[in-house]
């Protein structure tokens, strides 16, 4: 099969073949002596031959780089597909967690104030640590500092921002959550008497 560069080399030569025969042509006429031009005319007649040829080529290149440009964006759409599913798997256990976080959250809540309910029916102190705002107050910033490890998102998600603190994300909310609590629970409990004094 020829190739452009195959084509390119026998244009050249012919090109130099023609100017030569042009020459002895040209030298021919001024000396009066007879000359065979076939050889001239043939390599003309094939000069045109590759244009045809360069052109076909070309076309061919074309229609190859159509077809492999098809077939790398079929791909990629297959991928885009293939990635959109994996995405909504994402969005789908993000919304699980949230609502389940929510849920969660709302019980803590629910759970403290049982607490204090109780600590009031037992004629306890009630603790502070206890209290809605103090609670609300830890778990948001637990949240925040959660929330900080978002990847690019240090201060914000869309919408929702949250606090700059300076805290890390904690791996045991449950452990945060009793030391904040468990000294005042234990004092609520076991009030000092005048013994303990």
């Not at 297959?78 to 994402?90: D, H, Q, S, V």
């Not at 830890?138 to 921002?161: D, E, N, Q």
């Not at 890390?168 to 959550?177: P, V």
């Amino acid at each position: 099969m020829t190739t452009l560069e195959q084509i390119k080399i026998d244009r050249l030569e012919a090109e130099q073949k023609i100017a030569a025969l042009q020459q002895q042509r040209g030298a021919a006429i001024v000396d009066g002596d007879k000359f065979d031009d076939a050889e001239l005319v043939h390599l003309q007649r094939l000069l045109s031959t590759f244009d045809d040829a360069e052109g076909a080529i070309v076309a061919r290149q074309n229609e190859a780089t159509v077809k492999n440009v098809e077939t790398f964006k079929e791909r990629c759409k297959g991928e885009l597909y293939r990635l959109e599913e994996t995405r909504l798997e994402a969005v789908t256990a993000a919304e699980k967690h949230c609502r389940g976080l929510i849920q969660q959250l709302g019980e803590i809540l629910d759970i403290s104030a049982e607490m204090r309910r109780v600590c009031l029916q037992g004629q306890f102190p009630v603790p502070s640590a206890l209290g809605e705002h103090d609670t609300e107050s830890r778990l948001g910033m637990l949240l925040s500092a959660l929330f900080r490890t978002i990847p690019r998102h240090p201060a914000r998600f869309g919408a929702i921002r949250w606090l700059q603190t300076p805290r890390q994300a904690r791996d045991d909310w449950a452990d945060h959550e009793h030391q904040a609590v468990k000294t005042a629970l234990k004092n609520a409990t076991n009030p000092k008497t005048e013994t303990d004094l």
